[in-house]
């Protein structure tokens, strides 16, 4: 790329650099999915019900930034694949939370393997310490207070 | 937001902070832009236009990890509210490229020191060395080689 970009106004924004690298990891992260059935939008969904907090739709919303009705379609798919069921929350009976099936369990695991193996290109050019380093300061960015 | 969350899975990955910083960047900057017409897709296309770079649709595609049709759209509009316009290319005459008007010179610096303005608040937990530290490791990640 001609450096005349790269010294361009919008490319010394935190924002925009965060934007472009997210571009990159999700196109990554799509492709290594993609076997899967699933894509960087359902995988985390997945991956949270696997991991036993029994969810809410809402609690997915919030978490994974996204609009309740996207959580809703993300859900519907994962649960016509049989990954995931919709079970009654037991603190709140009108409300519904997302558990993974042992079929969900699985794919999960499979799929982590090749979403942490697929993050290998995008952040390659890091060292292990700079990941380390570069993960602390969007953990605090991404989860503030 | 209960730790346990922050415990899971998916938020160790590097991709997933990535996802969600950008998400909560994106939120700020699209609030920031609102009144000046702009979006957080469009706001790069009008900035890259103003430093006098010239790019085709395809440099800007590329650049902005946007599939050409979208920048299409994203020029229509800018050219609709009067910013930018579309002129042949001297390297290529087949093709063209984009250049800001001096009305679009006004909206894009008011517009950009209010992004600047906006990116205080999601990156506000970091200190102006870690913030580097972060624009740093983001350009090694959003520009490699």
Redesign the interface.
């Known amino acids: 790329?001609?450096p005349?970009?790269?010294r361009?106004?919008?490319?010394?924004?935190?924002?925009?650099?965060?934007?472009?690298?997210?571009?990159?990891?999700?196109?990554?992260?799509n492709a290594a999915l993609r076997d899967f059935g699933l894509k960087?939008r359902s995988?985390?969904v997945l991956?949270?019900a696997?991991?036993d907090?029994r969810p809410t739709q809402r609690?997915l919303a919030?978490?994974?930034?996204l609009d309740p009705s996207q959580v809703v379609t993300l859900i519907d798919d994962l649960e016509r694949q049989g990954l995931v069921e919709r079970r009654p929350d037991e603190r709140d009976r009108r409300s519904k939370v997302v558990v993974a099936t042992s079929a969900g369990r699985r794919v999960c695991a499979a799929a982590?393997a090749a979403?942490?193996d697929a993050?290998e290109h995008?952040?390659?050019?890091?060292s292990p310490e700079?990941?380390e380093?570069?993960?602390d300061?969007?953990?605090?960015?991404?989860?503030?207070?």
């Open positions: 790329m001609d005349a970009w790269q361009s106004a919008v490319a010394q924004d935190l924002s925009f650099l965060l934007a472009r690298s997210n571009a990159l990891s999700l196109a990554v992260g960087v995988y985390p991956s949270l696997c991991d907090l609690e919030d978490f994974l930034r982590r979403v942490l993050e995008p952040f390659a050019v890091l700079e990941r380093q570069l993960a300061l969007l953990r605090r960015v991404a989860f503030p207070g």
